[in-house]
T-cell receptor
Framework: ETGVTQSPTHLIKTRGQQVTLRCSSQ?????VSWYQQALGQGPQFIFQ???????GRGNFPPRFSGLQFPNYSSELNVNALELDDSALYLC?????????????FGQGTRLTVV | GEDVEQSLFLSVREGDSSVINCTYT??????LYWYKQEPGAGLQLLTY?????DMKQDQRLTVLLNKKDKHLSLRIADTQTGDSAIYFC????????????FGRGTSLIVHP
């Protein structure tokens, strides 16, 4: 148990719809990173939030957006869903946007777009 | 851009040692990591090594780093069936704000 919880665990959406995924950070952690893991691939960095501000972004289009709340929980929003958005979405929380050596991952949300 | 390569599969017998290999391209890599992912679960950080080290041992796990060849390995001694999982190699650097770049993962299968 890492203390990082994600919801929902599984989700099925139709192409063109919008989705919101949620992540509750480990207590005391102020940094959240989101990753997309397609089947058979390693996780790909989407973006990171540090103290409610975006603190880095990977190579993902603007329809991937996020929020971090004052309690440091976070949301990942994806608009205009495409079939290729089907993946496991992982969040990781850490204390400060440092070396990632103390980042803890949630169990992920499995998104299927049909 | 940065690239991390791993072989996709490794099959070993229970009790043997497993060695999972990884190569990376970013010569400015500062940290190198090994993560474990069990079916239906997120990633668990197993161990990491700083780039100025060449070896790190933690119980059954030994990490070897050859910085000249940009080669990282993870040795698991006395491999057990519970070690069956996907193992990801990752690297990060200050230039990338320490955001890890992951390989595709090596699926370790441990059979009796």
């Amino acid at each position: 148990e890492t203390g990082v919880t994600q919801s929902p665990t599984h989700l099925i959406k139709t192409r063109g719809q919008q989705v919101t995924l949620r992540c509750s950070s480990q207590s005391g952690h102020n940094t959240v990173s989101w990753y997309q893991q397609a089947l058979g691939q390693g996780p790909q960095f989407i973006f990171q939030y540090y103290r409610e501000e975006e603190n880095g972004r990977g190579n993902f289009p603007p329809r991937f957006s996020g929020l971090q709340f004052p309690n440091y929980s976070s949301e990942l929003n994806v608009n205009a869903l495409e079939l290729d958005d089907s993946a496991l979405y992982l969040c990781a929380s850490s204390l400060d946007s440092g070396t990632n050596t103390e980042a803890f991952f949630g169990q992920g949300t499995r998104l299927t777009v049909v | 851009g940065e690239d991390v390569e791993q072989s996709l599969f490794l099959s070993v017998r229970e009790g043997d040692s497993s060695v999972i290999n990884c190569t990376y391209t970013d010569s400015s890599s500062t940290y190198l990591y090994w993560y474990k992912q069990e079916p239906g679960a997120g990633l668990q950080l197993l161990t990491y090594i700083f780039s100025n080290m060449d070896m790190k041992q933690d119980q059954r796990l030994t990490v070897l780093l050859n910085k000249k060849d940009k080669h990282l390995s993870l040795r698991i001694a006395d491999t057990q069936t519970g070690d069956s999982a996907i193992y990801f190699c990752a690297e990060s650097s200050s230039g990338g704000s320490y955001i890890p770049t992951f390989g595709r993962g090596t699926s370790l299968i441990v059979h009796p």
